[in-house]
């Protein structure tokens, strides 16, 4: 299978802590996305870095890539509790157009 | 202005019925998706199409058929509908480069609902 797997499943924290969410992949990959989605919604694309990329910033987002040990990280900084929703990571895999979606990551953050 | 709209939202039919449900996008991209997704979120692709190839994913039985009438349409026929086809199904599409593919655009998801 080339789903890859998030830890934690879940999270809980207070709004202004930072949350970090791990995923960890299978196969060697073109790219790495991150994505939200809110409880009933579609999923909402967050940021996305490339292979030969190792941090990428967006806002209050800040994902790292190390392709070595087939992992990434999503850190949300000063999160607030409009971040409450699930988090996927999904992976590109090299010489493939289709996204392979992790198990996602169910964030809450209290207010 | 929704970039990927899909109808209907809900479907709720028996057993045995044949239904669609239509995605439409107006970004302009060249690749189009269906996902499916299950009660414990996990989401599983099933199509991907642009105007040369359709890839199926090979564990998707063939009671399920994407039709494209055009770049910015891909529908999905689902005939014979079992209990286990309930969830919810995106749509979503991208656009392919020499890059790679960029982020995908979803739509909001259909629940379906076989009793």
């Known amino acids: 299978s080339q789903q890859g797997e998030e830890d934690p499943q879940a999270l809980s924290i207070q709004e202004g802590e930072n949350a970090t969410m791990n995923c960890s992949y299978k196969?060697?990959?073109?790219?790495l996305q991150w994505y939200r989605q809110n409880s009933g919604r579609g999923l909402v694309h967050l940021i996305l870095i490339r292979s030969n990329e190792r941090e990428k910033h967006s806002g209050r987002l800040r994902v790292t890539l190390d392709t070595s040990k087939k992992s990434s990280s999503l850190l949300i900084t000063a999160s607030r509790a409009a971040d409450t929703a699930s988090y996927f990571c999904?992976?590109?895999?090299?010489?493939?157009?289709?996204?392979?979606f992790g198990t996602g990551t169910r964030l809450t953050v209290i207010p | 202005d929704t970039a990927v709209s899909q109808t209907p939202k809900y479907l709720v039919t028996q057993m045995g019925n044949d239904k669609s449900i239509k995605c439409e996008q107006n970004l302009g991209h060249d690749t189009m998706y269906w996902y499916k997704q299950d009660s414990k979120k996990f989401l599983k692709i099933m199509f991907s199409y642009n105007n040369k190839e359709l890839i199926i994913n090979e564990t998707v039985p063939n009671r399920f058929s994407p039709k494209s009438p055009d770049k910015a349409h891909l529908n999905l026929h689902i005939n014979s509908l079992e209990l286990g086809d309930s969830a919810v199904y995106f749509c979503?599409?991208?656009?392919?480069?020499?890059?790679?593919?960029?982020?995908?655009?979803f739509g909001s998801g259909t629940r379906l609902t076989v009793v």
């Open positions: 999904a992976t590109v895999p090299s010489g493939a157009n289709n996204l392979f």
């Open positions: 196969t060697s990959i073109n790219n």
């Open positions: 979503a599409s991208s656009q392919v480069s020499r890059q790679g593919v960029s982020g995908y655009t």
